[in-house]
């Protein structure tokens, strides 16, 4: 069997939290989310805002602009959700780079997996929590995040992107442990 690729990867994600977004209710765009201060529909327009500046800024790339998220929330996201699997799909995405000062020179599409498509795994239960659908997670995924997180601890928290963690008993699910490390409090 062929290892899952950054497409795939994104394909996966991609499609749960689309579930999401047209599972909520129109009345629900503005419940309040588990990000402080903000509300469902900053949910997605965290994720259609900033890696469309991050993929311009690193690697010249400029995905589709779709609807603003105050217009139409399921649109802007599925224009946006397009656009990056267009560009996963691409057979040239693999032997571009992305460049940022903070993490050097990585293959553009290792760089989707790691900062946009791990954001949009995150933020699918901010989504479900704010408008009360399905908040599971896949927990193989939590896992591999969890691992690959823990070892950075010190880094996330400067970076400014994660709460502080929420102390939780190592003896809750995989799940749980992940949305306090990234400072949720599930």
């Given at each position: 069997?062929?290892?899952?690729?950054?497409?795939?990867?994104?394909?996966?994600?991609?499609?749960?939290?689309?579930?999401?977004?047209?599972?909520?209710?129109?009345?629900?765009?503005?419940?309040?989310?588990?990000?402080?201060?903000?509300?469902?529909?900053?949910?997605?327009?965290?994720?259609?805002?900033?890696?469309?500046?991050?993929?311009?800024?690193?690697?010249?790339?400029?995905?589709?602009?779709?609807?603003?998220?105050?217009?139409?929330?399921?649109?802007?996201?599925?224009?946006?959700?397009?656009?990056?699997?267009?560009?996963?799909?691409?057979?040239?995405?693999?032997?571009?780079?992305?460049?940022?000062?903070?993490?050097?020179?990585?293959?553009?599409?290792?760089?989707?997996?790691?900062?946009?498509?791990?954001?949009?795994?995150?933020?699918?239960?901010?989504?479900?929590?704010?408008?009360?659908q399905d908040e599971q997670l896949d927990p193989?995924?939590?896992?591999?995040?969890?691992?690959?997180?823990?070892?950075?601890?010190?880094?996330?928290?400067?970076?400014?992107?994660?709460?502080?963690?929420?102390?939780?008993?190592?003896?809750?699910?995989?799940?749980?442990?992940?949305?306090?490390?990234?400072?949720?409090?599930?």
């Amino acid at each position: 069997m062929a290892a899952r690729t950054s497409a795939d990867e994104h394909r996966t994600v991609a499609r749960a939290f689309t579930d999401r977004v047209r599972g909520t209710d129109p009345e629900a765009w503005d419940n309040p989310a588990p990000c402080e201060g903000w509300a469902a529909r900053d949910v997605v327009r965290h994720l259609v805002e900033w890696f469309p500046a991050f993929l311009e800024a690193g690697a010249g790339v400029e995905l589709p602009k779709g609807p603003s998220v105050d217009d139409d929330p399921v649109a802007a996201w599925a224009m946006h959700r397009d656009g990056v699997q267009a560009l996963l799909d691409d057979p040239a995405t693999a032997h571009k780079l992305l460049s940022n000062p903070h993490i050097g020179e990585i293959p553009l599409d290792q760089a989707v997996d790691r900062f946009y498509t791990a954001d949009v795994f995150m933020h699918t239960w901010d989504l479900a929590r704010a408008t009360g659908q399905d908040e599971q997670l896949d927990p193989v995924k939590c896992a591999q995040l969890l691992d690959g997180m823990m070892p950075l601890d010190d880094v996330l928290r400067a970076s400014g992107q994660y709460g502080p963690r929420v102390e939780m008993p190592e003896t809750a699910d995989v799940q749980t442990r992940l949305l306090a490390f990234i400072g949720r409090k599930p």
